[in-house]
């Protein structure tokens, strides 16, 4: 149905910013929401933030203001914007879509791209 595929992760020092890109393919139309989760070592993974089809956004209270997440939807991309970063940011990103309107559920989920800041 809909495949997700991270990139522009890597290694940055704390209080610097990375841009992490989403490219959907497949039933691009279908999805509503896209977002961001993260997982740490030893942690459960959390959301990071998510965009719905009406532009709604939603932060973990940590990110806000430091984080920005914004999409093409068209293109089905998903990008998310880090600034101010710090090494607990550091974790595996996810990006994931959903295709149930007006909810921030996801069903589709891309492999994860790895964030590494460095204190």
């Known amino acids: 149905q809909v495949q997700l595929v991270e990139s522009g992760g890597g290694l940055v020092q704390a209080g610097g910013s990375l841009r992490l890109s989403c490219a959907a393919s497949g039933n691009i139309a279908s999805i509503k929401t896209m977002g961001w989760y993260r997982q740490a070592p030893g942690k459960q993974r959390e959301l990071v933030a998510a965009i719905t089809t009406g532009d709604n956004t939603r932060y973990a209270d940590s990110m806000k203001g430091r984080f920005t997440i914004s999409r093409d939807a068209a293109k089905g991309t998903v990008y998310l914007q880090m600034n101010s970063l710090k090494p607990e940011d550091t974790a595996v990103y996810y990006c994931?879509?959903?295709?149930?309107?007006?909810?921030?559920?996801?069903?589709?989920w891309g492999k994860g791209t790895l964030v590494s800041v460095s204190s």
């Open positions: 994931a879509a959903g295709v149930v309107p007006n909810t921030y559920f996801m069903q589709y």
